[in-house]
């Protein structure tokens, strides 16, 4: 049996079928977005269990998805659901720039760099956590 291809590379093909230019800068920026992916188990799913991240997200995992929920949206409803924490903590910080409106642009970048901190320190907390 022929091993599954990913989506993006079928993709791919089929755009080169029908439209070989606006593939080729695809696969250019797609080989490009690979090569910019964090190495190694940073990329990962958490082990089964949980966290919190900063105090209003909760991060749940079940050993393969990560489930992000935030607590003042309805009772504290899912968010949405990750295979990576890339993924998730851009999201996270996406989510509550939206919501914590700030009134300057040195706001905005200090509360990214806040919210970057706040994520690295809770996700290698729990990486420790699961791992002893």
């Given at each position: ?54 105090g ?35 999201d ?26 706040v ?14």
């Amino acid at each position: 049996m022929k091993p599954r291809r990913s989506d993006s590379s079928d993709f791919i093909d089929w755009l080169w079928s029908c439209e070989p230019d606006l593939a080729h800068r695809v696969q250019m920026r797609y080989s490009h977005y690979l090569t910019m992916q964090p190495a190694g188990g940073d990329n990962t799913a958490a082990a089964a269990g949980r966290f919190i991240v900063d105090g209003c997200y909760r991060v749940e995992s079940d050993g393969v998805n990560m489930f992000l929920y935030h607590h003042a949206e309805r009772d504290g409803a899912l968010l949405s659901v990750y295979q990576t924490p890339v993924g998730l903590f851009t999201d996270l910080i996406s989510h509550s720039i939206r919501t914590r409106k700030a009134d300057s642009v040195a706001e905005f970048v200090a509360e990214i760099t806040r919210l970057a901190s706040v994520c690295i320190k809770a996700w290698s907390a729990y990486k420790a956590r699961s791992a002893g």
